[in-house]
């Protein structure tokens, strides 16, 4: 199956606090998962990626762990601010031939002061 | 460095009329391109990918069609658009290994 499961839907946290997004997959053919970052009206941007042969990536204050047993990877963002409200949707790709990206429905993040 | 563009960023058209959207490459060549719907407050659908000129492949049937006629040109296009063909279509490209671009998106809205 194809299919990418994303939660929450959406996500209040306060500033200084940590926001944290869940994904899972079925098909374990997955080898590539990416987050994008989307801003209102704007395209979305590659934000951190990771191959299932780490369990963690991290890069400034965003953190991907990779569970390949439980077929779950999460996005963390510490220190959350203000300026990461947006949406974010986790991906998953098979094979670095493959021209698919399955996402994730999205997880709308609102940082409140 | 690479860039991709996409025209117009808006646009506003009735249904029955045609559509043309534009999506350009600059910095590489041979990219793989990707045309993505993304409805208001919905994730995003693949509609077409391209892996060379000529080559096109549609993921989701309907009144939508892609053509690439040069090597960093991505075009979409209708014969008559319905309602349902407004949203947020977003051009896409990478270089055959897994990251992918997005552009800025140009948002349709039928009347």
């Known amino acids: 199956q194809q299919q990418v499961k994303q939660s929450p839907q959406s996500l209040i946290v306060q500033k200084g606090g940590i926001s944290i997004i869940n994904c899972a997959y079925e098909?374990?053919?997955?080898?590539?998962f990416p987050w994008y970052q989307q801003f209102p009206g704007k395209g979305p941007a590659l934000l951190i990626a990771?191959?299932?042969?780490?369990s963690e990536k991290k890069e400034g204050r965003f953190t991907i762990s990779f569970n390949k047993s439980a077929k779950q990877f999460s996005l963390h963002i510490m220190d959350s601010q203000p300026g990461d409200s947006a949406t974010y949707f986790c991906?998953?790709?098979?094979?670095?031939?493959?021209?698919?990206?399955?996402f994730g429905k999205g997880t709308k993040l609102s940082v409140i002061p | 460095s690479q860039t991709i563009h996409q025209w117009p960023a808006t646009l506003v058209q009735p249904v029955g009329s045609p559509l043309s959207l534009e999506c350009t490459v600059e910095?590489?060549?041979?990219?793989?391109l990707y045309w993505y719907r993304q409805a208001a407050g919905r994730g995003l659908q693949l509609l077409f990918y391209?892996?060379?000129?000529?080559?096109i492949s549609s993921e989701v049937p309907q009144n939508l069609s892609a053509s690439r006629p040069q090597d960093r040109q991505f075009i979409l296009s209708s014969k008559k658009l319905l309602l349902s063909d407004s949203g947020f279509y977003l051009c896409?490209?990478?270089?055959?290994?897994?990251?992918?671009?997005f552009g800025p998106g140009t948002r349709l809205t039928v009347t």
């Open positions: 991906a998953a790709q098979s094979g670095a031939g493959s021209y698919q990206l399955t």
């Open positions: 391209s892996v060379g000129i000529g080559q």
């Open positions: 098909n374990t053919a997955f080898d590539y």
């Open positions: 990771i191959r299932p042969d780490v």
């Open positions: 896409a490209w990478n270089n055959g290994l897994y990251e992918q671009y």
């Open positions: 910095g590489t060549s041979n990219p793989n």
